[in-house]
């Protein structure tokens, strides 16, 4: 299957591994990965900051540069909600080609669904010898309902023990420009979800947003609590010949 990869502005700046870990899992899997280089930002952190017309021309450069795309691979469940929640109504405004966008939509997946339903795939290889715990986003749990996807993937890792997260449905407080506007509650948020993490035990703590284990991530750092922040692209990448440096 040729996939097309929407890298996401925040793992192209900050993340970069999450995008080379997502070409070695499908590639290794037998599918093509090719990486439209007109893609730009899907105009989620416009859009939920009130600049609709600035979010409108980012989003009408999305749906034309990924048309033409079989499947659309967002490793960024945030970004992944804002195509498939947001554009519908951008296209029925008549900001974005109406038809053209809600062909698109459907094709539009987290890594996680991809796999899943569309590649129809739980174990893809990888080893990954250590102890993990999953934080649900609110954009993966609430808007895509990823459900327990996520967990069927990394429970069929080898190697990987799955402990569980306490009040793991309850959100980190980084919510995008949510933790600049309200950093005193985005703070506290993230300070209560960390001690969560650490309280498992676990030596790694993963997600479908980078956003996410960035705001949570942080936060365990100045606890000094030595759990790292992976994506679920990540640890999905490692194998037995290639096992993951904590």
């Known amino acids: 299957m040729r996939i097309a990869l929407f890298v996401t502005c925040l793992n192209d700046t900050l993340f970069p591994d999450t995008g080379r870990a997502v070409v070695r899992l499908l590639e290794r899997l037998g599918h093509e990965v090719v990486f439209p280089r007109a893609q730009t930002c899907c105009g989620q952190m416009h859009y939920n900051t009130g600049y609709r017309r600035e979010a409108q021309r980012l989003a009408a450069r999305f749906v034309e540069t990924f048309e033409e795309a079989d499947a659309v691979l967002v490793p960024s469940g945030s970004c992944a909600a804002m195509v498939r929640d947001n554009y519908p109504r951008l296209g029925t405004e008549g900001s974005l080609p109406e038809r053209e966008t809600a062909e698109l939509v459907p094709r539009v997946y987290d890594l996680s669904e991809l796999l899943v339903d569309v590649l129809e795939v739980v174990d893809v290889g990888a080893y990954f010898p250590h102890t993990v715990t999953y934080h649900p986003t609110c954009h993966g749990l609430r808007l895509l309902g990823l459900g327990d996807r996520p967990y069927r993937l990394l429970r069929a890792v080898r190697g990987l023990e799955l402990l569980e997260l306490g009040g793991a449905a309850e959100c980190c407080g980084f919510g995008g420009t949510f933790a600049m506007k309200n950093a005193d509650v985005s703070s506290a948020m993230g300070w209560d979800k960390a001690r969560q993490v650490a309280q498992t035990g ?45």
Not at 203 to 220: F, K, Q, R, W, Y
Not at 230 to 235: D, F, N, R, W, Y
């Open 202 to 246: 676990a030596e790694v703590l993963c997600a479908v947003d980078n956003s996410c284990l960035m705001h949570i991530g942080g936060t365990l750092n100045r606890q000094h609590s030595g759990v790292r922040a992976m994506h679920l692209a990540e640890i999905l990448a490692s194998t037995e010949k290639e096992p993951a440096r904590i």
